[in-house]
Antibody, heavy 116, light 110 residues
């Protein structure tokens, strides 16, 4: 059974940093492209970032470049999102997502980041 | 990358058909057959309903169908049921190798 469990969310002051983690199980983690997607309270889904299976390629939403860094540790089956220079508008539930545009798509339960 | 444009709300009576549109550009919707649709009920995570423009994942009702014409993708729900009331989001692969989501549409069953 596929499982994605996010952690690391919480309350952080503007200008601060936070690292989110996503622990994956139930599939061969290293062979899948992974993504982060966020959703601000009462708002829509927003694409954040993508990383290839071997970690060699990373992509970001234009609005977040330079502040967020996606990475992965395939030996630990874990996806990360390092967030810095956080702003109040970064307040959102952050979802770890497997295969965003494919039939094998799967979402974690999300972790709430509050910047205040 | 600007969000794909969806109507804020669409409504229909039980049994009717409704269509939700998703307008993009040649750099996303129009350039690739990689459009997906997600359903999200309040307090829940998104659920994949359509991928690659018109394909349904296993377990999704055949009342849901997708299509694309030019830069606009569409999700059609036929035989509308009370359980279909939810928010719907389209997403597309882009020329920057990223993804972009739509603005979201609230579907109401009257």
């Amino acid at each position: 059974e596929v499982q994605l469990v996010e952690s690391g969310g919480g309350l952080v002051q503007p200008g601060g940093s936070l690292r989110l983690s996503c622990s994956a199980s139930g599939f061969t983690f290293s062979t899948y492209t992974m993504h982060w997607v966020r959703q601000a309270p009462g708002r829509g889904l927003e694409y954040v970032s993508t990383i290839s299976g071997n970690g060699g390629s990373t992509y970001y939403a234009d609005s977040l470049k330079g502040r967020f860094t996606i990475s992965r540790d395939n030996s630990k089956n874990t996806l990360y999102l390092q967030m810095s220079s956080l702003r109040t508008e970064d307040t959102a539930v952050y979802y770890c997502v497997k295969d965003l545009g494919y039939s094998s798509n799967f979402w974690g339960q999300g972790t709430l980041v509050t910047v205040s | 990358q600007s969000a794909l444009t969806q109507p804020a709300s669409v409504s229909g009576s039980p049994g009717q058909s409704i269509t939700v549109s998703c307008k993009g550009t040649t750099s996303d919707v129009g350039g690739y057959n990689y459009v997906s649709w997600f359903q999200q009920h309040p307090g829940q995570g998104p659920k994949l309903m359509i991928y690659d423009v018109s394909n349904r994942p296993s377990g999704v009702s055949n009342r849901f169908s997708g299509s694309k014409s030019g830069n606009t993708a569409s999700l059609t729900i036929s035989g509308l049921q009370a359980e279909d009331e939810a928010d719907y989001y389209c997403t597309s692969y882009t020329s920057s190798a990223t993804y972009v989501f739509g603005t979201g549409t609230k579907v109401t069953v009257l």
